[in-house]
């Protein structure tokens, strides 16, 4: 394990328990009969260990359940938090059928997660945390990795460069359309492998991104889970849910469907890009598999008419037959 002379001195039995998307290692650490997490990050050590561990402080004082330090071990790129067990959610949910009262409370935690108020900034190891806010900027820079890195992929036959500004012109003009601009805490990945389950408690982990974003965000990343297939019924139910329990209500519910299809598209162009940059640049095959059906939820929300536009664009520009197998 890299920079870890901290370890060495210390009589820890680890065991490597997982890599994820970002530079990041786990480790388990077992001291006695007690274990924790050893975190390691390879690169982005200010945001994958600092803000983390600011996020889950704020998490934790709101009463929601988050990994708590325990040592930190900055200096050589690495922290050690509670373990909060082995079972994620996507574990225990994968092979069941999709219960509405199981994803039910993780709406209520998502609701729980927006009444949190942020001060103007927060402090760790003597380092000033200030939280941004989601712009229009941000939204571009996210689904510019489709056009980055999944598209790229084809670029043999595109015209990559008028092809991005076409389309991100008619992206800004949607993005432009929403109505929720920065209004509560936002994860930013809140999916079913993101919340861990202890002894039927519920716990939030991968917080580092945590932003002040739109609301609809991570109830679009909930229900619109490209690992986990959900039926439409039970995401228009969820969909529901969270309306008549969130603070924003309204006779005209389409601010909140217009602001949830938005996200939801932006998002799952992004992780199109995330995911073959993962192949090609960090040789993570395994995304791929996700590809199928991330296109499908993107289909399923563009039959909205905010999107009129940018469909006919798509089928103008686009082999979309053809972007949609992906072949490695």
Same mark, same amino acid.
């Given at each position: 394990m890299e920079n870890g002379k901290t370890l060495m001195r210390i009589n820890y039995k680890l065991r490597k328990i997982s890599s994820d998307a970002s530079f990041r290692e786990f480790y388990r650490v077992k001291k006695n009969k007690k274990t924790s997490i050893i975190v390691f990050a390879k690169k *982005? #050590?200010?945001?994958? +260990?600092?803000v983390y561990s600011v996020v889950n402080k704020i998490l934790n004082s709101h009463n929601i359940s988050s990994p708590k330090l325990l040592k930190?071990?900055?200096?050589?790129?690495?922290?050690?938090?509670? *373990?909060l067990g082995t079972m994620s959610?996507? *574990?225990y949910i994968k092979n069941k059928d999709k219960k509405l009262k199981d @994803?039910?409370? +993780? &709406?209520e +935690?998502? &609701?729980k997660l927006q009444k949190i108020k942020f001060k103007n900034q927060y402090y760790f190891s003597g380092k000033k945390i200030k939280f941004t806010k989601y712009s229009l900027n941000h939204l571009h820079k996210e689904s510019d990795l489709f056009f980055d890195w999944y598209l790229k992929h084809y670029?043999?036959?595109l015209k990559l460069r008028k092809i991005k500004k076409i389309l991100r012109k008619e992206l800004n003009n949607i993005y432009k359309k929403l109505y929720f601009r920065n209004k509560s805490f936002t994860h930013r990945d809140f999916h079913a492998s993101n919340i861990m389950i202890n002894k039927k408690k519920l716990s939030l982990i991968d917080s580092q991104d945590a932003i002040i974003g739109n609301p609809l965000y991570d109830v679009a990343s909930l229900i619109d889970d490209v690992r986990i297939k959900i039926k439409k019924n039970l995401q228009d139910k969820l969909f529901k849910y969270y309306i008549k329990k969130s603070k924003f209500r309204f006779k005209d #519910?389409? @601010? +909140?469907?217009n602001d949830f299809d938005i996200l939801s598209v932006q998002r799952n162009l992004k992780i199109l890009g995330i995911f073959v940059r993962l192949y090609k640049r960090d040789r993570k095959p395994n995304y791929l598999k996700y590809l199928p059906y991330t296109w499908s939820l993107i289909e399923r929300r563009m039959k909205n008419p905010i999107f009129n536009k940018l469909n006919i664009l798509f089928k103008k520009h686009l082999p979309l037959k053809k972007l949609k197998k992906f072949k490695i």
């Amino acid at each position: 394990m890299e920079n870890g002379k901290t370890l060495m001195r210390i009589n820890y039995k680890l065991r490597k328990i997982s890599s994820d998307a970002s530079f990041r290692e786990f480790y388990r650490v077992k001291k006695n009969k007690k274990t924790s997490i050893i975190v390691f990050a390879k690169k *982005d #050590q200010y945001k994958n +260990l600092i803000v983390y561990s600011v996020v889950n402080k704020i998490l934790n004082s709101h009463n929601i359940s988050s990994p708590k330090l325990l040592k930190n071990y900055y200096k050589d790129n690495m922290i050690e938090i509670t *373990d909060l067990g082995t079972m994620s959610f996507y *574990d225990y949910i994968k092979n069941k059928d999709k219960k509405l009262k199981d @994803y039910k409370r +993780l &709406i209520e +935690l998502i &609701i729980k997660l927006q009444k949190i108020k942020f001060k103007n900034q927060y402090y760790f190891s003597g380092k000033k945390i200030k939280f941004t806010k989601y712009s229009l900027n941000h939204l571009h820079k996210e689904s510019d990795l489709f056009f980055d890195w999944y598209l790229k992929h084809y670029s043999k036959n595109l015209k990559l460069r008028k092809i991005k500004k076409i389309l991100r012109k008619e992206l800004n003009n949607i993005y432009k359309k929403l109505y929720f601009r920065n209004k509560s805490f936002t994860h930013r990945d809140f999916h079913a492998s993101n919340i861990m389950i202890n002894k039927k408690k519920l716990s939030l982990i991968d917080s580092q991104d945590a932003i002040i974003g739109n609301p609809l965000y991570d109830v679009a990343s909930l229900i619109d889970d490209v690992r986990i297939k959900i039926k439409k019924n039970l995401q228009d139910k969820l969909f529901k849910y969270y309306i008549k329990k969130s603070k924003f209500r309204f006779k005209d #519910q389409s @601010y +909140l469907k217009n602001d949830f299809d938005i996200l939801s598209v932006q998002r799952n162009l992004k992780i199109l890009g995330i995911f073959v940059r993962l192949y090609k640049r960090d040789r993570k095959p395994n995304y791929l598999k996700y590809l199928p059906y991330t296109w499908s939820l993107i289909e399923r929300r563009m039959k909205n008419p905010i999107f009129n536009k940018l469909n006919i664009l798509f089928k103008k520009h686009l082999p979309l037959k053809k972007l949609k197998k992906f072949k490695i």
